[in-house]
Nanobody, 124 residues
């Protein structure tokens, strides 16, 4: 198993930036494909971005493409989400998730391990 803990959320204004971090502990971090999802009030959890085990491949939701960047540091056991040009519609709880195999892993059901989430609020 792997345990995931997110950090870095907060309240920002539209146009600002935030960097989320997700620290993993437990089994070897580098064996897991990683992703960020988000869930706004009253909405289903949705895919944001994913990164392959070695970090060479990434994929983004259309809504964040060009503004968000996912990266990972396998030596530190951490995955990041750099969020630039934030919009009010980015407001949500952001979750880090790990999958054992497969690419690209756009669906919630592909992920066995989840963090507790971190709140991101963007004011207009």
């Amino acid at each position: 198993q792997v345990q995931l803990v997110e950090s870095g959320g907060g309240l920002v204004q539209a146009g600002d930036s935030l960097r989320l971090s997700c620290a993993a502990s437990g089994r070897t971090f580098s064996r897991y494909g990683m992703a960020w999802f988000r869930q706004a009030p009253g909405k289903e959890r949705e895919f944001v971005a994913t990164i392959s085990t070695g970090g060479a491949s990434t994929l983004y939701a259309d809504s964040v493409k060009g503004r968000f960047t996912i990266s990972r540091d396998n030596a530190k056991g951490t995955v990041y989400l750099q969020m630039n040009s934030l919009k009010p519609e980015d407001t949500a709880v952001y979750y880090c998730a790990a999958r054992d195999s497969g690419w690209p892993g756009l669906e919630v059901k592909r992920y066995a391990y989840w963090g507790q989430g971190t709140q991101v609020t963007v004011s207009s």
